[in-house]
Nanobody, 114 residues
């Protein structure tokens, strides 16, 4: 069974940093386009960053320069390094296979305080 489990979310102060983790099983993350998504309160889930098998990455403008997606093929993990976190970054973060998505995991919640 293919699944992903997100972790690392917690409460953080504005300007702080976090690293979110995504543990995948049943598929090798290095052979798929992997992505992080965010669902902010009252909004739909949105794509925020992706990484292709070659290692090239894409980040949406709202997080570019602050967030970095990365991958550890040996551990079959995908990460999202979040720096200079702002109140608008609060929400539940999910990872998934971008082009062949599976059932969403439970996500990991990030809350931001002043």
């Amino acid at each position: 069974q293919v699944r992903v489990v997100e972790s690392g979310g917690r409460s953080v102060q504005t300007g702080g940093s976090l690293r979110l983790s995504c543990a995948a099983s049943g598929r090798t993350v290095g052979t798929y386009v992997m992505a992080w998504y965010r669902q902010s309160p009252g909004k739909e889930r949105e794509f925020i960053a992706g990484i292709v098998p070659s290692g090239n990455t894409l980040h949406v403008n709202s997080v570019k320069g602050r967030f970095t997606i990365s991958r550890d093929n040996a551990q079959n993990m995908v990460y999202l390094q979040m720096n200079d976190i702002q109140p608008e970054d609060a929400g539940v973060y999910y990872c998934n296979f971008r082009n062949s998505p599976i059932q969403w995991g439970r996500g990991t919640r990030v809350t931001v305080s002043a």
